[in-house]
């Protein structure tokens, strides 16, 4: 489900960029600033309501389950803003 997320973001980050006439963003960069724009999820488990057994259980997942963590467009934005705007 992330992936039409990722890329609406990164298209209007395009679209900032070719306000100068050139465009910069590439996929290195493109990987860096969403990496890098992310809120981090620490945790590796969970309580959640299961309504079939009519009780809370633990759900546990691993590093690889969450990626780099939740993008945050705001900040993609403001972080490409302040390296290339």
């Given at each position: 489900?992330?992936?039409?997320?990722?890329?609406?973001?990164?298209?209007?980050?395009?679209?900032?960029?070719?306000?100068?006439?050139?465009?910069?963003?590439?996929?290195?960069?493109?990987?860096?600033?969403?990496?890098?724009?992310t809120?981090?999820?620490?945790?590796?488990?969970?309580?959640?309501?299961?309504?079939?057994?009519?009780?809370?259980?633990?759900?546990?997942?691993?590093?690889?389950?969450v990626?780099?963590?939740?993008?945050?467009?705001?900040?993609?934005?403001?972080?490409?803003?302040?390296?290339?705007?």
């Open positions: 489900m992330a992936t039409p997320h990722v890329r609406g973001i990164l298209a209007l980050v395009l679209q900032l960029d070719m306000k100068d006439g050139k465009i910069d963003l590439n996929q290195t960069l493109a990987e860096e600033l969403l990496e890098n724009s809120f981090k999820i620490t945790w590796h488990n969970a309580a959640v309501y299961d309504p079939i057994i009519s009780a809370y259980k633990t759900v546990k997942w691993g590093d690889d389950a990626g780099s963590g939740l993008i945050q467009a705001v900040l993609v934005i403001h972080n490409f803003m302040d390296s290339y705007g």
